[in-house]
């Protein structure tokens, strides 16, 4: 069937991201009830695909789909996963990883929460101390790209790290899963988590949780803090009965069905590169009209910039913004502190071309408010 092209729009927020218009479309099926076995069939080679995505064996780990955006993984894994009279160390170095904090605060767990700066990359010496200083740590925590600053995390480090003192290590890598490669065994992690909107440029309401089997098995007996996001409940639900627990988001379902196929034809290796490509472009554009990013190139994820506003009296970011947006692209606020940032990313379905065409409204906003080009910082 032909579809009509949809406008298509640049995003350079950090997700949901642009996607193709066979994506968009998959969504357009007949009604179907999820409780079909066509529909469980589905599910079950969708969640062999989220194992395969970073490299699990299907022996070993399984994917646990919730219906929700990524939190809803920060909140199962953190709630799910710390045994009785256990601690989870949370390494905070940004908002991300406090998000995973605040869980704790808000289920009155036993937490350390290890506040690092946020400006650089996790020192895995001093979550090492963190460590060594409490035997009751069981489960350590950390996000892979802190995607409010584009700070990436030495996981693969922090996990043999983890694992040399019998942790369960868990990362939020829902900024870097199906764009950055991720290998579970060789990186060291037993629990990664991602949503649909992100890497694999599908549509938002499909998140998922990848985890060791074992650990999930074992999990049954450890404290329930949380109904609807306990991860052995829906764990179990799918392994007994091949259905999520609850109504799973079925559109998106078939969204991400496509957007996997559409992974695996363009391969891990291929689109990794594009997404640098693009994050060289835009540093390229911002190079050439004078901006200023915040965190050093070589700690920078490749996938978001954390950009400084020019100092200059006519820079109001939401008048560029809104200019920019007029004319299909999207740029987004900064969440570096209290520093007056904007960000880009390289996610999504965009390359080097639509970075061109970006940087020349960007250019032509500049222009229309009389801010200094090249901008101006003091
Ligand atoms: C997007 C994102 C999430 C999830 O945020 P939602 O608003 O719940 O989708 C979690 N962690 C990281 C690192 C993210 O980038």
């Known amino acids: 069937m032909e579809y009509p092209k949809v406008k298509r729009n640049i995003l350079l927020n950090p997700g949901p991201a642009t996607t193709t218009d066979t994506v968009k479309y998959a969504q357009v099926v007949p009604d179907i009830c999820p409780r079909e076995k066509e529909f469980a069939q589905i599910m079950k080679d969708m969640g062999e695909d989220l194992v395969k995505i970073v490299h699990g064996d299907l022996d070993k780990y399984t994917a646990v789909l919730f219906t929700g955006s990524g939190t809803v993984n920060i909140d199962a894994t953190i709630s799910s996963l710390v045994p009785a009279n256990k601690k989870i160390l949370i390494l905070n170095n940004g908002a991300y990883s406090?998000?995973?904090?605040?869980?704790?605060?808000?289920?009155?767990?036993?937490?350390?929460?290890?506040?690092?700066?946020?400006?650089?990359?996790?020192?895995?010496?001093?979550?090492?101390?963190?460590?060594?200083?409490?035997?009751?740590?069981?489960?350590?925590?950390?996000?892979?790209?802190?995607?409010?600053?584009?700070?990436?995390?030495?996981?693969?480090?922090?996990?043999?790290?983890?694992?040399?003192?019998?942790?369960?290590?868990?990362?939020?890598?829902?900024?870097?899963?199906a764009m950055i490669p991720i290998d579970m065994e060789k990186d060291n992690l037993d629990f990664v988590m991602a949503s649909a909107q992100k890497g694999l440029m599908s549509m938002t309401g499909l998140s998922y949780v990848i985890g060791k089997t074992a650990i999930l098995e074992a999990s049954k007996d450890y404290p329930k803090r949380s109904y609807y996001t306990n991860l052995y409940q829906q764990y179990s639900f799918i392994r007994d009965k091949g259905e999520m627990h609850f109504t799973p988001p079925v559109q998106t379902i078939y969204a991400t069905k496509q957007a996997i196929k559409e992974y695996w034809e363009v391969g891990e290796e291929a689109k990794w590169a594009r997404h640098q490509r693009v994050w060289e472009a835009l540093h390229k554009g911002l190079d050439e009209l004078g901006f200023q990013d915040i965190i050093p190139r070589e700690m920078q994820s490749r996938l978001v910039i954390s950009v400084k506003y020019p100092d200059d009296p006519n820079w109001d970011f939401t008048k560029v913004h809104d200019y920019l947006y007029e004319n299909g692209f999207t740029i987004y606020p900064g969440k570096v502190s209290d520093l007056p940032t904007f960000r880009l990313c390289s996610l999504g379905t965009i390359d080097v071309p639509d970075i061109e065409a970006f940087f020349a409204e960007l250019r032509k906003a500049l222009e229309k408010f009389n801010i200094q080009i090249p901008v101006q910082y003091k």
Do not use: F, W
């Open 98 to 177: 406090g998000r995973g904090a605040e869980v704790c605060q808000y289920y009155g767990m036993d937490h350390i929460n290890l506040e690092l700066p946020i400006d650089r990359p996790i020192d895995v010496a001093k979550a090492e101390e963190a460590l060594k200083a409490d035997k009751d740590i069981a489960v350590v925590y950390c996000c892979h790209h802190e995607t409010g600053t584009g700070v990436l995390n030495p996981i693969r480090e922090i996990g043999a790290m983890a694992h040399k003192y019998n942790c369960t290590m868990i990362v939020d890598t829902t900024s870097t899963y």
